[in-house]
């Protein structure tokens, strides 16, 4: 069975500046998503970022990006120029592909609580 | 697209009570998951529909439990009888197995409180 683990269960981040949150997982299959979605006080569930297991080109969305180490499954998280609204609980997601035969549901980390300091 | 739709957004009950949760998937997907939250065991998989037909239901903790899916825009999660335990956030989500993209959609979740 394919797991998730987050070892971080709070961070903290000055205003302005970068920030790393870790995420392994374990899994057997070759072919999977990651993502990783955004808690915010709100507790709605937003996607952040996703990387396809495929590529090795790791993800980007402004200023958010990925560093995918397939071979360590390690799928850690990069928040730059933090801003206060980027404080929330961060989880890292697997998924296994749809042609895995695989049921699909997506399998999360504990989560991470970053704070983000003015 | 309205996105996905749960009623209701908070639920105040009393033990032994019966609480029936919905959901409205994304029109076009079809897939739709049930997960449950707590500050104990973080974001639990409760159940998995695929084309309305349940496919993994290992989640689901006790016979108290029962997810339906009677057509592609409509689910009800359903607790009976509730217990102080079951208190929790119920997300509901969906997916298109068409996208390549593998994302899940959450709706805004339903906080229910068993007193």
């Known amino acids: 069975a394919q797991t998730v683990t987050q070892s971080q269960p709070e961070m903290s981040v000055q205003e302005a500046e970068t920030v790393t949150l870790s995420c392994t997982y374990d899994t057997s299959e070759s072919d999977y998503y990651l993502f990783w979605y955004k808690q915010p006080p709100s507790r709605q569930m937003i996607l952040v970022i996703r990387?396809?297991?495929?590529?090795?080109q790791n993800a980007t969305e402004n200023r958010f990006s990925v560093n995918f180490q397939k071979a360590a499954k390690s799928f850690s998280l990069k928040i730059s120029d933090s801003q206060l609204g980027d404080a929330a609980m961060y989880f890292c997601a697997y998924r296994s592909s749809p042609f895995s035969g695989n049921t699909g549901k997506l399998i999360f980390g504990q989560g991470t609580t970053l704070q983000v300091k003015p | 697209d309205a996105g996905v739709i749960q009623s209701p957004r908070h639920e105040v009950t009393e033990m032994g009570q019966e609480v029936t949760l919905r959901c409205k998937p994304i029109s076009g997907h079809n897939s739709l998951f049930w997960y449950r939250q707590t500050m104990m065991r973080g974001l639990e998989l409760l159940i998995y529909?695929?084309?309305?037909?349940?496919?993994?239901d290992s989640g689901m903790p006790e016979d108290r439990f029962s997810a339906k899916m009677p057509n592609a825009s409509f689910s009800t999660l359903k607790i009976q009888p509730s217990e102080p335990r079951d208190s929790a956030v119920y997300f509901c989500?969906?997916?298109?197995?068409?996208?390549?993209?593998?994302?899940?959609?959450f709706g805004e979740g339903s906080r229910l409180t068993v007193l």
């Open positions: 990387q396809e297991a495929y590529k090795q």
């Open positions: 529909f695929n084309n309305n037909v349940p496919i993994d």
């Open positions: 989500a969906s997916s298109s197995g068409l996208a390549l993209t593998g994302e899940l959609f």
